[in-house]
């Protein structure tokens, strides 16, 4: 039976896509090989590693920061691996039952099995059993999402050497973790092992932590972190990991990269979690042979409207260019599907508004450019910063770590970055995405009455301040 859609993927990018087109009147199939929809994020990869995230955080505040508020728990305290992961479990259960519910509710056709291109109008479709099917469709989306990026020098076997999903399972906390990269993933799960008793340290090649976002974000990040007792090797290299299954054991080897000559050094660790980035999931889907182009990291090649070089073939989220999110993913699958349907109103995803993430304790909240990139581009700017140790509602929570920043125009004031580290900065920074959407100034996000006491109020103070007229400091 013709389909009106075929999409190539259940994750966030695919799972949306299928829904938006149905509630437009398409008729949509969505292909998922996992046997589970939701991709990496709501599986392996966002949700549980805020369940993670969230049990951890409680328990090092039920152990060390209540007394801060006059409670007394301190070391009487304690947690249960099974329990927490029981827990992680449930959300993740709870998420993809979800979006199945939905599908039933919308009417879109959940097919289980790995999809590939048999054709401009054919999704070739290998069942969990072996058996294949081709389904015909005017319109086919990739949406295949990503996987973990490695390299040859440090091969996963995810028993002791192991990526984000491996460090998501662990069944017990291991006494010596090191992790490899010093981006969002690497943080974030570095940061549940630490809270629990885990001795992390952090390889990175570059100088900074969250090499991508605000410089003056990742190292007040690193400062924090390191004052929970994670340890840091910047600019340096992983030369190689030798493991020991005998004794459950890695010897991780680097080179230090500050100075002018570099040293050699090494770590022993329990477990080692290769963070250092991730890889769109592009290959076997049968896009050579249609002539589809990707680049050399294996992303596909499409134009405006989400389109391959074969017009009936779209890809979207991870396997295309652009933040590798999966609010981001989302955001394409609606403008695709949009876009195939002619509405009055589509368009392509602004990029440059996307905001990013960091789920450790401060949060980071990241959208526009930086000043880096400010700097490189010869753009003059304003800088306006708040502390949240000036803000009435972070003292009341004890939690004062962090700041706002707003980075405006100097001629024409327009808002080009915003920029927070502190308690709930995930938060916070869709204050900023949606004044940078709507093409505010920093005075105007100013003038916007905010509730006293919260901690939104620092966005408000940062946006004065880039005018210099922060109230309270």
Not at 323 to 334: F, I, N, Q, S, W
Not at 379 to 387: I, L, N, T
């Amino acid at each position: 039976e013709m389909q009106s859609i075929v999409v190539i993927g259940g994750g966030p990018g695919g799972y949306v896509a299928a829904i938006k087109a149905a509630q437009l009147g398409f008729k949509v199939t969505c292909v998922e090989k996992r046997g589970a929809l939701g991709g990496t994020c709501l599986n392996v990869g966002c949700i549980p590693s805020k369940a993670l995230l969230q049990a951890s955080h409680e328990y090092v505040n039920a152990q060390k920061h209540f007394t801060k508020l006059g409670i007394r728990g301190g070391n009487g305290v304690s947690f249960s691996v099974p329990e927490i992961m029981k827990h992680k479990q449930g959300c993740v259960k709870a998420s993809c039952d979800g979006i199945e519910h939905l599908f039933n509710k919308y009417n879109v056709t959940y097919v289980k099995g790995e999809g590939s291109l048999a054709g401009p109008h054919e999704v070739r479709v290998r069942s969990q059993a072996g058996d294949a099917k081709v389904m015909r469709a005017d319109h086919i989306i990739i949406a295949t999402g990503s996987d973990v990026f490695t390299l040859p020098s440090m091969p996963i076997d995810e028993k002791i050497v192991v990526s984000s999903t491996g460090a998501l399972s662990f069944s017990e906390v291991p006494k010596r973790l090191v992790v490899v990269g010093a981006g969002v993933i690497g943080l974030e799960l570095g940061s549940v092992w630490s809270r629990l008793g885990s001795q992390v340290s952090v390889v990175e090649l570059t100088p900074n932590c969250l090499p991508e976002m605000d410089r003056e974000l990742g190292n007040t990040l690193q400062r924090c972190l390191s004052r929970q007792g994670m340890k840091f090797h910047m600019q340096s290299l992983v030369t190689g990991i030798a493991t020991n299954p005998a004794k459950g054991t890695a010897i991780v080897k680097f080179e230090s990269k500050k100075g002018p000559t570099p040293k050699k050094d090494q770590m022993e660790a329990d477990k080692v979690l290769i963070a250092i980035g991730r890889a769109p999931f592009t290959k076997g889907l049968g896009l050579k042979e249609l002539g589809i182009a990707t680049d050399r990291r294996g992303f596909v090649q499409v134009d405006g409207r989400y389109r391959t070089s074969v017009p009936s073939v779209y890809a979207i989220g991870d396997a295309i260019p652009g933040p590798m999110l999966a609010h981001k993913a989302e955001e394409d699958g609606v403008a695709c599907v949009e876009m195939i349907a002619k509405a009055p109103h589509a368009q392509p995803v602004d990029y440059s508004i996307i905001p990013g993430v960091v789920y450790t304790h401060p949060e980071v909240g990241s959208v526009g450019r930086s000043e880096e990139q400010l700097k490189k581009a010869g753009v003059a700017y304003r800088k306006g910063v708040f502390p949240f140790m000036a803000n009435g509602r972070a003292r009341a929570n004890a939690d004062t770590d962090g700041f706002v920043k707003v980075l405006a125009d100097v001629r024409t004031d327009k808002i080009l970055g915003v920029h927070t580290i502190g308690g709930v900065a995930g938060e916070a920074i869709a204050e900023g995405v949606v004044a940078m959407k709507a093409g505010w100034t920093a005075a105007q996000l100013g003038d916007c009455c905010h509730a006293h006491p919260t901690l939104s109020e620092a966005v408000k103070e940062a946006a004065m301040a880039a005018h210099h007229l922060p109230l309270h400091m």
